[in-house]
């Protein structure tokens, strides 16, 4: 079993800037691919990035392709979502996901994750 902390959000106004943690728990962390996900009030839950284990393979959802990066260091066993020029339309809660399945190439489907975090609120303000 991995837990998965995040943190790091918090209300932010249009244009902002936020950096969110994932903190995991084991030290194999280093051989999962990690992603970030998220859901926003009455809509499904869906896609924003994705890391591979490694950190040489990294895929975004068109909405936040030049605005959020995603990365990694196993050393610290924590992986980090950069959001640069946040719109309202970000606001939602974040989660960050492991697929302990080792890939070089991660999932964008949340079905793929093994585990899950309890998410941290992101509040965008126009």
């Known amino acids: 079993q991995v837990q998965l902390v995040e943190s790091g959000g918090g209300l932010v106004q249009a244009g902002g800037s936020l950096r969110l943690s994932c903190a995991a728990s084991?030290?194999?962390?280093?051989?999962?691919?990690m992603a970030w996900f998220r859901q926003a009030p009455g809509k499904e839950r869906e896609f924003v990035a994705a890391?591979?284990?490694?950190?040489?393979?990294?895929y975004y959802t068109d909405a936040v392709k030049g605005r959020f990066t995603i990365s990694r260091d196993n050393a610290k066993n924590t992986v980090y979502l950069r959001m640069n020029s946040l719109k309202a339309e970000d606001t939602a809660v974040y989660y960050c996901?492991?697929?302990?399945?080792?890939?070089?190439?991660?999932?964008?489907?949340?079905?793929?994750?093994?585990?899950w975090g309890q998410g941290t609120q992101v509040t965008v303000s126009s």
């Open positions: 996901p492991a697929d302990e399945s080792s890939s070089a190439y991660p999932s964008r489907g949340s079905l793929a994750y093994d585990y």
């Open positions: 084991r030290r194999t962390f280093r051989n999962y691919a």
């Open positions: 890391i591979s284990w490694s950190g040489g393979t990294t």
